[in-house]
C-alpha cells in the first residue's frame, strides 16, 4: 500500500515536471518564471493535474467524483476537458480559457492547444464523437475541430480555423472551412487548391433564373401586339418587371486563406 503511493507520488512529479518543461519550451512567458510561479500559476498546468485524477477515476469506474474533479478545474482554470479524454505527454494548454476537449478526443504527445480551442463532437452522434490529434501538433487560439477527424502529426492549425476534415500530417490549415495552405513547408499546388475562386451554386441558380425570366420577357415583348390592345383599355399593370443577373463579387475573399 505505502509502495504504491510511493510510485503515485514518484509518477505525479515527474508528470508535474514534464509539464512544466512543456510551458518553458513553448510559452515565452514562462522562461523566466520559476518552477513555483508555473506550477502555482499556469492554469494549463492546473488543468492538467486534475485530469489526470479525474481520467484515473473515470478509468477506475468510481462514479460521479471523476466529473466532480473535472467541473472543480473548469470552475478554476475555464478549461473544460472531459474525464474520459485520452490525453498524451507533454500537452501544454496555454493561456486556456474556453478550452473544451470533449470525451471521445485522443490527444498524442507534445501537442499544444491556445485559449478557445473545441475538439468537439457534431450533433448527436455517440461512439467516437470528437477528434484525434497525433504528435507535435499546435492548434491555434479559437480553432474549432469537430467530429471523429484525425489531424496528423506536426500539423499547425491557425487561429480561428474550422476543421471538419482530417488534417494530413505536416500541414498548416487556416480559415473557415479550414484549408491546408502549406504542406510539409511549401504552398500546395495543382487544380484543388483554387481556394479563392469556389464556386457559388446558389448565385449561380439565381443566374440561370434571370436569364430565364429575361428570355420569357422577350418572348412576351413578341407577343405584345395582343396585349398592347389590353393596355389602351386600361388593363396594363405599367412597367414590366426586369431581372439582372447578380454581379460578381468583389473584393478579398472570406474564406481566407
Ligand atoms: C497557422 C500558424 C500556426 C502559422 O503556420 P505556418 O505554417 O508558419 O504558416 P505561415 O505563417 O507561413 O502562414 C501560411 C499562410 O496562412 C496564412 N495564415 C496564417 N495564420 C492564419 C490564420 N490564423 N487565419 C488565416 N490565415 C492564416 C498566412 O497569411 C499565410 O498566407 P499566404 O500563403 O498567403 O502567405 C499561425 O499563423 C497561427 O495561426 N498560430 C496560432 C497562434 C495563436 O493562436 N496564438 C495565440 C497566442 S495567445
Do not use: C
Not at 469506474?61 to 505527454?89: D, F, S, W, Y
Not at 490527444?107 to 485559449?115: E, F, H, R
Not at 457559388?200 to 441558380?205: L, R, S
Request: aromatic content about 2%.
Amino acid at each position: 500500500m505505502l509502495s504504491s503511493g510511493i510510485a503515485l507520488a514518484r509518477r505525479m512529479l515527474f508528470e508535474v515536471r514534464r509539464d512544466v518543461a512543456a510551458a518553458r519550451q513553448r510559452d515565452p512567458a514562462a522562461r523566466e518564471a520559476s518552477t513555483l510561479e508555473i506550477v502555482l500559476t499556469w492554469p494549463g498546468i492546473h488543468a492538467m493535474l486534475a485530469h489526470r485524477v479525474a481520467h484515473a477515476l473515470s478509468d477506475a469506474r468510481i462514479p460521479l467524483a471523476p466529473r466532480l474533479v473535472a467541473l472543480v478545474a473548469r470552475t478554476l482554470t475555464a478549461i473544460e476537458i472531459h474525464p474520459a479524454a485520452q490525453i498524451g505527454e507533454g500537452l501544454f494548454i496555454d493561456h486556456g480559457a474556453g478550452v473544451v476537449i470533449g470525451e471521445t478526443a485522443q490527444i498524442g504527445a507534445n501537442v499544444t492547444l491556445y485559449q478557445g480551442v473545441t475538439l468537439g463532437g457534431t450533433g448527436f452522434a455517440s461512439g467516437k464523437r470528437h477528434p484525434t490529434v497525433e504528435d507535435n501538433v499546435t492548434i491555434g487560439s479559437g480553432a474549432k475541430l469537430l467530429g471523429p477527424i484525425r489531424v496528423g502529426h506536426g500539423a499547425k492549425i491557425g487561429a480561428n480555423t474550422v476543421v471538419i476534415n482530417d488534417v494530413p500530417p505536416n500541414t498548416t490549415v487556416v480559415g473557415n472551412p479550414g484549408h491546408p495552405v502549406r504542406v510539409e513547408g511549401r504552398r500546395p499546388e495543382g487544380p484543388d487548391t483554387d481556394w479563392i475562386h469556389l464556386p457559388d451554386p446558389i448565385a449561380e441558380a439565381i443566374e440561370a433564373l434571370a436569364a430565364r425570366i429575361g428570355a420569357l420577357e422577350e418572348a412576351l415583348g413578341d407577343a405584345g401586339a395582343g396585349t398592347a390592345a389590353n393596355a389602351r383599355n386600361g388593363k396594363a399593370s405599367g412597367a414590366r418587371a426586369s431581372a439582372h443577373p447578380p454581379k460578381p463579387r468583389k473584393g478579398r475573399n472570406p474564406v481566407g486563406g
